[in-house]
C-alpha cells in the first residue's frame, strides 16, 4: 500500500503525462500534502454543504465485518487468481445448465461463507448515520452482502444485487432466498427452482460476471448519479464496469450543464459547481489517479467515517 505522500505523487505524475488534464490538475493537487484530519474535515464540510449526496461502496467497506474484498492486499483473488478465472465463467454455465449451476452453487462454499451471519461495522452505520441527518440522498453499493440493509440504510441500490435474495430471469421479480427450501428442491430433483409470478428460471439476485445489471438498478444509479452534487466513494478498486462508470458520468454531467446552461443564451449559472467526489479507499484507484475524484482520504471506511460523521454533527451543534 502506498503512503499519503506516494499517493498524491502518483496523481501528479500520472496527470502531467496527460496534457489534457494538466491544467485541471493545478487545481486539484495541493502544494502541500494534506493531513489525514484535515482532509476529514474539509470532507465534513462538503458534505454539510452538500444539496444531494450520495455514496457509491464497494467490497472494502465490509473487510472490517469479516467479509474479504477481491483485489485488496489480502484479497480473494489476490491471493487466488484462478478464482478470478472461475467467476467470470459461471453466468456462461447457468445460461448452459441452471441446473447443475444450482446444484454446484448448494453444495460447494461461496468465497464470502456464510454471509446471514455477518454484521455491519462502524462504516456502514456511519452512512446510516449520514442518511438520517438528511444529508445522504443514497448509497448504491456493489455489495453483495446485504450489510447497508442489516445496517439501515433506507434508500439503497444493491447494483450487483444480493446474495440474500433471489430474481427472476424473466420478469425480474426478487424474492427472499429463505422463501425457498433449496436443498429440499435439490433433493426432490426439482432445481432449478422457478418464479411464483411468472414461472420464470430463479437465479440468485447477485449479479455474475458478463450477466446484464438489472435494468431498475442500473435506471435508479443513473438517477442518482445525475442529481448529485457529492458523491462520497468508500472501499472500492474503482475498476468493475459498468459501476465505475458512475463517478465519470457525475464528473461529466456537471460540466455538460455548466457548458449547456453557458452556450444555450440562458444565463450561466454562476454558482452552478462541478461535483465533489471523495473517495475513502486504503489505496489509491484508478479514479485518484486519473483526476475523477477531488481528493483520496486514505486509510479504513470503519475509522474515516465515523469521524467524517462527529465533524458533521460538531458542525451543527
Ligand atoms: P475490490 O476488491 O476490487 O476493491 C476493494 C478496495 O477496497 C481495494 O482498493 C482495497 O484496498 C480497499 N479496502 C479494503 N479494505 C478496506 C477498508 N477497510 N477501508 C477502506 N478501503 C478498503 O472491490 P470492489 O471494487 O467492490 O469490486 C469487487 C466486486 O466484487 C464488486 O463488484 C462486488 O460486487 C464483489 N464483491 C463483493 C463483496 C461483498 O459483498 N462484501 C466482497 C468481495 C467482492
Given amino acids: 500500500m502506498q503512503s499519503d505522500d506516494a499517493a498524491h505523487l502518483g496523481t501528479w505524475h500520472n496527470q502531467r503525462r496527460n496534457p489534457l488534464m494538466h491544467e485541471r490538475m493545478l487545481t486539484l493537487v495541493p502544494k502541500a500534502q494534506p493531513q489525514m484530519e484535515d482532509l476529514i474535515q474539509k ?48 453466468y456462461e454455465r447457468f445460461l448452459e445448465d441452471p441446473r447443475e449451476w444450482w446444484k454446484e ?10 454471509v446471514e451471519k455477518l454484521e455491519p461495522n462502524s462504516g456502514h452505520h456511519a452512512l446510516v448515520e449520514l442518511e438520517r441527518l438528511g444529508i445522504l440522498k443514497c448509497v448504491i453499493t456493489q455489495n453483495i452482502d446485504g450489510l447497508h440493509e442489516k445496517a439501515g440504510t433506507k434508500n439503497l441500490v444493491e447494483y450487483h444485487g444480493s446474495a440474500l435474495k433471489l430474481r427472476c430471469t424473466l420478469c425480474s421479480s426478487r424474492f427472499g432466498r429463505d422463501q ?23 437465479k440468485t439476485d447477485s449479479v455474475a460476471f458478463g450477466e446484464p445489471i438489472p435494468s431498475d438498478v442500473s435506471r435508479r444509479s443513473l438517477e442518482e448519479t445525475w442529481k448529485c452534487d457529492l458523491m462520497l466513494i468508500c472501499g472500492t478498486s474503482a475498476v468493475v464496469y459498468p459501476f465505475a462508470q458512475l463517478p465519470r458520468i457525475a464528473r461529466e454531467n456537471k460540466f455538460a450543464r455548466k457548458g449547456m446552461m453557458t452556450g444555450s443564451g440562458s444565463p450561466a449559472d454562476e454558482n452552478l ?17 486519473e483526476g475523477v475524484s477531488d481528493y483520496l482520504i486514505q486509510g479504513k471506511t470503519g475509522e474515516i467515517l465515523p469521524k467524517i460523521v462527529e465533524r458533521v454533527k460538531s458542525r451543527d451543534s
Fill in 43 to 90: 470532507a465534513a464540510r462538503d458534505l454539510a454543504r452538500s444539496e444531494y449526496a450520495i455514496a457509491l461502496t464497494g467490497a472494502g467497506i465490509s473487510t472490517e465485518s469479516g467479509i474479504r474484498d477481491f483485489r485488496g492486499p489480502s484479497g480473494i483473488w489476490t491471493k487466488d487468481p484462478s478464482a478470478e478465472r472461475r467467476a467470470y465463467q459461471s
Fill in 105 to 114: 452453487r448448494l453444495t460447494s462454499k461461496g468465497p464470502f461463507g456464510d
Fill in 180 to 202: 425457498f427450501d433449496l436443498y429440499r428442491l435439490m433433493r426432490d430433483d426439482r432445481l432449478p427452482p422457478l418464479c411464483p409470478t411468472c414461472g420464470g428460471i430463479l
Fill in 273 to 289: 459547481e462541478p461535483v465533489t467526489i471523495i473517495e475513502v479507499n486504503a489505496e489509491p484507484t484508478p479514479l485518484t489517479r
